[in-house]
């Protein structure tokens, strides 16, 4: 594909429901990582992966989300038990490399509404 | 922590007029600086990459510079148009090198 895609676009999740977010990187990128960016802020990290494994996931707010990426190429972002803090656009982004010498290039976002 | 910040936080110019965003980051220790635009409900789009060892790049009507040992970087706009009205954001790595951290955006106006 041209671009990063993400999907659902948006998502309205009642208080306590398991959601799954999924976000296709750009075919042959082999870092892909995770923000969330809440309404007048700028993104904040959430998790990066290098192909298959995930090396950094300190930005996970708590042990509700969770990400995965079997097979170093989509990746799915799941939250446990939503809650109405957990409000929020969740945006995917990949690069070619590893590391951060490389340009993100970033999904439109799954916007997530929990109600 | 790493802490980026952005002033100012809105801007209104008349269409023609050169305008400067500013960007600033506590940690000086940082791979590269990246601007980004985001348009409202979308995401974003990477403007100007920064290696650390680079003093600034530029592209079109842009131009961005970065003063590692200050902290601090620009983007320039010249000759402003309608069509740059959107948020400008401005991230730096994260000590790890493994994720950006972004500033809170500047959100620009550009009227005709």
């Known amino acids: 594909g041209a671009g990063v895609s993400q999907s659902p676009r948006y998502k309205v999740a009642k208080r306590g429901q398991d959601v799954a977010l999924r976000c296709d990187p750009i075919?042959?990128?082999?870092?892909l990582f995770w923000y969330q960016q809440a309404l007048g802020q700028g993104p904040e990290f959430l998790t990066y992966?290098?192909?298959?494994?995930?090396?950094?996931k300190s930005g996970l707010p708590s042990d509700r989300f969770f990400a995965e990426r079997p097979e170093g190429s989509v990746s799915t972002l799941k939250i446990q038990r939503t809650q109405q803090e957990d409000s929020a656009v969740y945006l995917c982004?990949?690069?070619?490399?590893?590391?951060?010498?490389?340009?993100?290039?970033f999904g439109p976002g799954t916007r997530l509404t929990v109600t | 922590k790493q802490e980026v910040t952005q002033i100012p936080a809105a801007l209104s110019v008349p269409e023609g007029e050169n305008l400067v965003l500013n960007c600033s980051f506590t940690?000086?220790?940082?791979?590269?600086l990246q601007w980004f635009r985001q348009d409202p409900g979308k995401g974003l789009t990477s403007l100007l990459l920064?290696?650390?060892?680079?003093r600034e790049q530029t592209s079109g009507r842009l131009n961005a510079s970065l003063d590692k040992s200050s902290g601090r970087s620009t983007l320039y706009i010249a000759a402003s148009q309608p069509g740059d009205s959107a948020t400008y954001l401005c991230?730096?790595?994260?000590?790890?090198?493994?994720?950006?951290?972004f500033g809170k955006g500047t959100t620009l106006s550009v009227s005709s």
């Open positions: 075919s042959g990128h082999v870092s």
């Open positions: 920064i290696q650390s060892s680079q």
């Open positions: 940690d000086s220790a940082i791979y590269n």
């Open positions: 982004a990949s690069s070619q490399e590893g590391g951060l010498s490389y340009e993100q290039y």
């Open positions: 991230a730096v790595t994260n000590q790890a090198g493994t994720a950006l951290i």
């Open positions: 992966f290098q192909n298959e494994a995930q090396l950094d």
